[in-house]
């Protein structure tokens, strides 16, 4: 009788540790998943532009989730800070944005609304895609008579190949101090992104663009006219961000008949009035230029792009 007493003593002892046990693994299981989730979470990318969003995948691939602000659509010079895109950057562990201005109308004020420390002005989060380019057509003083003119030069850089392996290469090191366990991953990232840039470089090089001459709407295509060698021999838009008079375009219609170019450049967001008026007076052709990652069929990544982009001139 004191035997069988003993036995189940011991027994009951054996099945409370063995539910302690059960409870403790449990435990340990979902510890090891809160910290797992830690470790292995996506860094939460926030791209003011197509562009930008589209480089970082390539460099951040799975590491990354990435949310961009502002449609293909659209004309980045004018952008509302709407309540969902402030919500955005919130939840951001870095924002990428364009700099040099592009972007002054509406990024301060999603930065300052979001609250988000990660982001300030200083920070790591804080990512001025422009700081390793180097700006062109620096104005030396600015007026509001001059229209929309950007005082840091002109921000749309990422036309040119070379200026964009330095942004991608930029993004592969800030990826990897902040996710420093994965920052091999980012450098062979970066690595299959260059060779596919030599192979592609190598590619729209043969286009030889040099020597043709164009005028573009808008002043989007000079760092590319510098990297290629041809020329933008004057924009519809004389002043950036105003709409041309009757007096600019009748000055822009003159160069056109002195300069003989290939076409005139336009994009989704040109004013068509204006570019149809002198397009009909000296019977240039026009050509929709995409002027940012998917804004046309066919442009899903920036290298479809820029294949897009070399491919219409070099026809024109």
């Not at 860094?43 to 949310?67: C, F, H, N, R, Y």
């Not at 030396?140 to 200026?163: A, E, T």
């Not at 800030?174 to 192979?199: A, C, R």
Request: proline fraction near 6%; glycine fraction near 8%.
């Amino acid at each position: 009788m004191y035997k069988r007493n003993e036995e189940k003593k011991r027994g009951g002892l054996i099945n409370k540790g063995v539910k302690m046990n059960g409870k403790l693994l449990k435990f340990f299981i979902a510890g090891f998943f809160i910290l797992s989730a830690g470790v292995f979470a996506e860094i939460k990318v926030v791209a003011t532009l197509p562009w930008i969003g589209d480089i970082a995948k390539q460099i951040g691939k799975e590491k990354v989730s990435v949310t961009v602000l502002v449609k293909t659509s659209q004309d980045p010079h004018y952008v509302e800070a709407k309540p969902s895109l402030i919500i955005a950057a919130r939840k951001a562990d870095i924002l990428m944005y364009n700099g040099l201005d592009l972007e002054i109308g509406y990024l301060p004020v999603i930065i300052e609304s979001s609250k988000n420390p990660n982001i300030q002005p200083g920070k790591i989060g804080n990512f001025d895609c422009s700081q390793f380019v180097t700006p062109i057509e620096k104005p030396s003083s600015v007026d509001r008579s001059m229209g929309d003119v950007h005082p840091l030069g002109n921000p749309h850089y990422y036309f040119s190949p070379s200026n964009i392996l330095k942004v991608a290469q930029g993004m592969a090191e800030t990826l990897g101090k902040i996710d420093p366990s994965n920052e091999s991953y980012y450098k062979k990232n970066y690595q299959e992104f260059y060779e596919k840039w030599q192979e592609k470089t190598k590619k729209w090089k043969s286009a030889n663009l040099a020597g043709k001459k164009f005028v573009a709407y808008h002043s989007l295509f000079s760092y590319l006219a510098k990297e290629f060698n041809f020329q933008i021999v004057g924009c519809i838009e004389a002043k950036p961000g105003i709409p041309p008079s009757s007096a600019e375009m009748q000055k822009i219609i003159e160069t056109i008949n002195r300069t003989k170019p290939n076409a005139i450049l336009v994009n989704v967001y040109s004013p068509k009035r204006a570019v149809d008026f002198v397009a009909g007076k000296t019977g240039v052709k026009t050509i929709l230029v995409p002027h940012d990652v998917g804004s046309v069929a066919g442009t899903d990544d920036w290298f479809s792009f820029m294949d897009r982009v070399i491919s219409l001139l070099s026809e024109a």
